[in-house]
C-alpha cells in the first residue's frame, strides 16, 4: 500500500497549496519531509533483499502495478531528501523570480510523477508517469516567460516529448518480441524474437537517454538548465536526468546484469560505454569555454551523466565480473545529485545579490559572501573528486572498473581509461575556474547587494553535511544500499567484488591529488592565454552542426521548389503556346476548308481529311511514347 500512497501525497500538498489562503507555510517542505519520512519507515526491508509489489485495481484493462527494491529505495529516497532541500531554499529564492505559487504547485506535480516513475512496476505505467513528469517540468523551464525561457521550454518540451514516443514505440517492441510487457524488476528476459527484441532495447537507450542528457541526444538540456530558476535548475540537473539513468538501468535488468549479454542486446555493453565516454568528453570540453555560472554547470551535468553510462556499459561489457562498474554508477548518481545541487544552490545565492551568472561579471566576492564561498568550495571539491569527500569515492570505484575492463576488455578499453582521466582533469579546470572567477578573482564592479540567507545556506549546509560524511565513510552508502541494489538486479558477486577493496589505498588517493593539481595548471594556463574565451565554430559543436544541417536542407528544399516551380511554369507555357498554334492552324482549315502544307494545297474534304490524319498521327504518337 505505500508503493501507491508515495506518489498520492505530493498530490494531496499540491490540493492544500491551490486552495491555501492566509498566513504562510512552506507546503512543499511539509510534503517531501512526509515523504521522506515513509519512504525511510515503508522501503527499509527491501535493503534486506526483499522487493514489494502493489496492484491497485481499476475497472478496465488496465491496472497500475508499483514496484520497489533497493534500487527504486535509493532513487525514492534520494528524490525526497533532495525535494526537502530545494523546499527550504525556494520559498527565499523565488521571492527574486516571483510567482511562487505556481512554481511550487508544478514542483510538488512533478515529484509525484518522479516517484511514479521509481515506484512504477510495469513499463506502461512508468512512460504514463514519464509523461506527467515532462508536462509539470515543462513549466519550471517557461517560469520567467521571456523569449529565451519560452524558447527553451519547446525545445525541452519537444525532446522529450520524442523521448517518450521512442519509449511507446519501444515499450510496443518489446510485448511483441516476449509476447507480454515484462514487468520491472523481473530479471533477464528470453524473446521469442531477437531482432525485434534488439531493436525495441535501443527504443528504451534513445527514450532514456533523451531524458539523461546523453550525448548526442543532449541538446535540450543546457538551454533548460540555464533559463530555469535555481531551485529549478537544481531538481533538472540533480534528479530529472536521473530519471533517464534509471531508465537505462531497468534496459539493462531487461538485458541480463551479470551475465554474457546474447542476441540482440549482445552489443549494449560496448555501445552504452562508448556513448558514456562521447557524454564525458563533450561536456566536460563545452563546460571549459562557457562563461555563464549556470550553463558551465549544465554542461557538467552532461559530463557527469557520461561517467554514470560509461559505468553501466562497463557493468554490461564484464557480465559477471561487472559488479564494481554498476555499483560506481549507482553511487555516483546519488553523488551528483548532492554536489550539483549544492552548486546551483550556491550559484543561486549569487544570482540573487548581484542579478548575475556571467562569470568575468563577478570576482572577488568571497569577503561578501564567505558562507556560501566555504559551502561551493567543499562542492567544488566533492565533483572534482577531492579525497575525503563524496565523489571521490564513487570516481575511485568508476575507475577501478575502467581500469579492470582495459586490463581484461577489448584494447579500445585502454583509450577509455585515457580519456576517462583526460575528463577528471577537465573536471578540475573547469570548477577552478569557476570557483576562481565568482570568489578569488579581481572585484567586479557589480553592485552587490546585502539579504538575509538562512534559509539558503541551510539547504546547502544539509548537503553540505551529507557530502562530507559519506566522504568520510564511503563503504557505508556501498554496503547498506549499493550493493544490495546490485545483487537485486542480477549481480550475485556484488558484495564479494568489495571484498579487500579500500577507498583509502595511496595509488587512488595520490591520482585524485595529481588531477587536481594539473587541473590548476590547465586553470592557470587557460587563463593567460585566452583559450577559455575561444568560441568554436559553428559546425565544430553539436547544435551548431545540427542547425547548419537544418538550415543546408531547408535551402536545399526551396531552391528544389522554385527550381521545380521554374520548369512547371516553362512546360505550362510551352504547352500554351503550342496549343495555340495548333489551334490556329486547325482553325484556319475549318474556317476556309482549305489549306497549304508545303507546295501542296488541300481544299474541301482533303483538308478535312488531313486534319483527321494529323489527329489521328498525333494520339499514336501519343499512346506510344508516352502511355506506353
Request: one cysteine or more; glycine letters at 10%.
Amino acid at each position: 500500500m505505500i508503493l501507491a500512497i508515495l506518489p498520492v501525497i505530493p498530490l494531496i500538498g499540491a490540493l492544500f497549496l491551490l486552495f491555501k489562503r492566509g498566513r504562510f507555510i512552506n507546503i512543499p517542505l511539509i510534503t517531501s519531509a512526509v515523504v521522506l519520512v515513509l519512504g525511510v519507515c515503508g522501503l527499509k526491508s527491501v535493503f534486506e533483499g526483499l522487493s514489494l509489489y502493489y496492484t491497485v485495481h481499476l475497472p478496465g484493462p488496465y491496472a497500475p502495478n508499483f514496484h520497489a527494491d533497493s534500487l527504486s529505495a535509493i532513487f525514492v529516497l534520494t528524490a525526497a531528501f533532495i525535494w526537502l532541500v530545494v523546499s527550504i531554499y525556494g520559498p527565499q529564492y523565488m521571492e527574486h523570480e516571483g510567482r511562487t505559487k505556481a512554481f511550487e504547485l508544478c514542483t510538488l506535480l512533478t515529484l509525484s510523477a518522479v516517484l511514479g516513475v521509481f515506484l512504477a512496476g510495469d513499463m506502461f505505467t512508468l512512460l504514463l508517469f514519464f509523461e506527467l513528469m515532462t508536462i509539470s517540468s515543462f513549466f519550471w523551464v517557461i517560469h520567467r516567460r521571456n523569449k529565451e525561457a519560452i524558447r527553451a521550454g519547446y525545445f525541452y518540451l519537444f525532446y522529450s516529448i520524442i523521448g517518450g514516443l521512442f519509449l511507446a514505440l519501444g515499450i510496443v517492441l518489446m510485448s511483441s518480441a516476449t509476447d507480454v510487457i515484462p514487468n520491472i524488476g523481473s530479471g533477464l528476459v528470453n524473446p521469442s524474437n531477437s531482432r525485434v527484441f534488439a531493436w525495441s532495447i535501443a527504443l528504451l537507450v534513445v527514450g532514456f537517454g533523451i531524458k539523461a542528457g546523453m550525448v548526442p541526444l543532449h541538446l535540450w538540456l543546457p538551454h533548460a538548465h540555464s533559463v530555469a530558476p535555481t531551485p529549478g535548475s537544481a531538481l533538472l540537473s540533480g534528479l530529472l536526468i536521473k530519471v533517464g539513468a534509471y531508465g537505462l538501468i531497468r534496459v539493462g535488468e531487461f538485458a541480463g546484469w551479470g551475465t554474457n549479454l546474447q542476441g540482440g542486446a549482445s552489443q549494449l555493453g560496448s555501445v552504452l560505454a562508448i556513448l558514456g565516454t562521447c557524454t564525458m568528453l563533450v561536456g566536460v570540453l563545452t563546460a571549459l569555454i562557457q562563461s555563464d555560472a549556470k550553463r558551465l554547470l549544465a554542461y557538467h551535468s552532461i559530463s557527469q551523466i557520461g561517467y554514470i553510462v560509461l559505468g553501466l556499459g562497463i557493468g554490461l561489457y564484464l557480465g559477471s565480473d561487472g559488479s564494481l562498474a554498476l555499483i560506481g554508477s549507482i553511487y555516483h548518481i546519488v553523488n551528483h545529485a548532492l554536489f550539483k545541487v549544492a552548486l546551483f544552490l550556491g550559484v543561486g545565492i549569487i544570482y540573487i545579490g548581484t542579478n548575475e551568472t556571467n562569470l568575468y561579471k563577478l570576482g572577488g566576492l568571497w569577503r561578501r559572501f564567505p558562507l556560501t564561498a566555504l559551502l561551493m568550495l567543499i562542492a567544488v571539491l566533492g565533483i572534482t573528486g577531492a579525497p575525503g569527500l563524496n565523489g571521490y569515492a564513487s570516481k575511485t570505484l568508476l575507475h577501478h572498473a575502467v581500469s579492470y575492463a582495459a586490463e581484461k576488455g577489448a584494447q579500445w578499453f585502454t583509450w577509455i581509461e585515457r580519456l576517462f582521466l583526460l575528463v577528471g582533469v577537465g573536471t578540475a579546470t573547469s570548477f577552478i575556474k569557476l570557483y576562481y572567477l565568482i570568489f578569488l578573482g579581481k572585484p567586479a564592479k557589480t553592485k552587490v547587494d546585502e539579504n538575509k540567507s538562512t534559509g539558503l545556506h541551510l539547504a546547502m549546509g544539509l548537503l553540505t553535511v551529507v557530502m562530507v560524511g559519506i566522504g568520510l565513510m564511503p563503504k557505508t552508502f556501498v554496503n547498506i544500499a549499493a550493493a544490495p541494489a546490485a545483487q537485486v538486479l542480477g549481480m550475485k558477486n556484488a558484495t564479494a567484488a568489495l571484498d579487500g577493496l579500500s577507498f583509502w589505498n595511496l595509488n587512488d588517493v595520490l591520482s585524485m591529488v595529481i588531477t587536481l593539481a594539473i587541473g590548476v595548471l590547465v586553470c592557470w594556463f587557460g587563463f593567460k592565454s585566452g583559450v577559455f574565451h575561444w568560441h568554436p565554430p559553428a559546425f565544430l559543436t553539436l547544435e551548431g552542426l545540427g542547425k547548419l544541417i537544418y538550415m543546408s536542407i531547408l535551402s536545399i528544399w526551396k531552391h528544389g521548389v522554385e527550381c521545380c516551380s521554374s520548369i512547371v511554369s516553362k512546360v505550362r507555357r510551352v504547352l500554351r503556346t503550342l496549343r495555340s498554334r495548333l489551334f490556329t492552324y486547325f482553325h484556319r482549315f475549318s474556317q476556309s476548308r482549305s489549306g497549304t502544307i508545303g507546295k501542296i494545297t488541300l481544299a474541301g474534304i482533303s483538308a478535312d481529311a488531313a486534319i483527321l490524319i494529323a489527329i489521328l498521327m498525333f494520339l499514336i504518337v501519343w499512346y506510344t511514347i508516352i502511355i506506353k
